[in-house]
């Protein structure tokens, strides 16, 4: 499906060198800390200058498990290339940009034989293959860990597979990410879900030593609005995890909510919100509004994916809230009220899109003892050892613990909690030989 080829472009070699070239290594580089991953870029860059790519990407690869990913979906305007000396001229290096051109560079020339230590430091069960999941499946194994993923869907990937549309982040990018993941000796069990196949306490029945909660946020939340139970008002995660679907072939177009020629409605104005709009010109509609109950300078979503959605017909109501939602015939809306600073408008639409931010699910918290959650859902965890749940041996992180953040923010925290689970299984193991002797 052409509308959905990504749609940025990588660099050419010549290219690549004369970008990382500008950069000038700077003493406290912002770039570095810019980023939530503490990625070692002013050295990655300076190799990358001298043509040694390998090492260049050697250097990434020691802080990301995900750097093909990162380099499409990372907020670097925010981020590492926002904290580049240069920015303030304007001409902050191309870091994501660059990013990509190694990490794509590397998976044409399947460089990656990693030595990895023996898997004999322990077992842990990782639940749920999103960002964080994969992060803590990485960083273990190279810690000699042996780790398995539990995973509900299909295929593997989460959010990076069923949430972020194909125009950002292509499929067989993620499979790539994901098929190193799995040459480190992870290993995945799909259609599997824990709190229904198996329970969190069956899972240590079976022998491992920790176990990480990484499932995100599945639950959307839903407003108050006259009219919000209709079929035509969809959530955008299902939305876009349908048209997922749909691309990978699992589904067939008339499951995809919106059609060809549908006025299309997005409430929200995250990143969730501009790639729900601009999926639903791809699958055809004809006229998509988001309606926002702020001012621009007010919303949550990149610059460049606003600019993006703008430039592809997106329109945008500010200080605007849908007050009502009058359905039609099946899945068919007839119209919504709008109000726009005290006026109220009816505007035809035939599908209203809620991207307004999500909620852990309950299912694993549920069957399980002894983890405790906040008001909203959210697991709670401690600093000491980092990430670790109120029940002994059972860690959470990413989106499940800390509130919806950004993929690379859900990797910072696996990666600190990955120390945690590091820390709890060696100090239970020596425990254990101390007391044996
Ligand atoms: Fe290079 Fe910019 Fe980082 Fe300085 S801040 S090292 S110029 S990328």
Partial sequence: MDRFKEISQSY???????????????????????????????????????????????????RSNLPAVC?????????????????????????????????DFDSEAGWRH?????????????????????????????????????EME??????????????????NVVRSEIQNIENMGVKFHLSTTIGKDYTIDQLFEQGFDAIFIGTGTGKPNRPEIPGINHPGVRQAIRFLRRVGLYENGYISRDEVVVGNGDKVAVIGCGNTAMDAARTAIRMGATDVKVIYHNTIEQMTALK????????????????????????GEGTQLKQITVETNGVQ????????????????????????????????GYVLTREMPYGMTTRKGVFAGGDVANHPATVVHAMQDAKRVAEGITQYVDAVKLMASISKH
């Fill in 114 to 150: 990693e030595k990895l230590p023996e898997k004999n430091r322990g077992r842990v069960a990782v639940i749920g293959s999103g960002p964080a999941g994969l992060t803590i499946a990485g960083d273990l194994s190279r810690k000699g860990f042996h780790v398995e993923i539990f």
């Fill in 12 to 62: 050419n070699i010549a290219d690549a060198i004369k970008e990382a070239q500008r950069c000038l290594h700077c003493k406290v580089p912002g770039c570095k800390k810019g980023c939530p991953i503490n990625n070692d870029i002013p050295d990655w860059i300076n190799e990358l200058a001298h043509g040694n790519f390998g090492n260049a990407f050697e250097i990434i690869r020691n």
């Fill in 304 to 327: 460049t994916e606003y600019d993006d959605a703008v430039k592809e017909g997106t329109q945008f109501l500010w200080n605007s809230r849908v007050t009502e939602i009058i359905g």
């Fill in 154 to 171: 299909l295929e593997a990937g989460g959010v990076l597979m069923f949430g972020i549309p194909e125009y950002r982040l292509p499929k």
């Fill in 71 to 103: 380099s499409r979906v990372c907020g670097h305007e925010r981020q590492c290339e926002g904290g580049c000396v240069l920015a303030k001229k304007g001409e902050a290096i191309h870091i994501g940009r660059l990013e990509r051109f190694l990490s």
């Fill in 345 to 376: 408008n009816i505007i035809p639409v035939d599908k209203l899109i809620l991207a307004i931010g999500s909620l852990p699910a309950a299912r694993i918290v549920s069957t399980t003892e002894g983890i405790e959650v906040d008001e909203k």
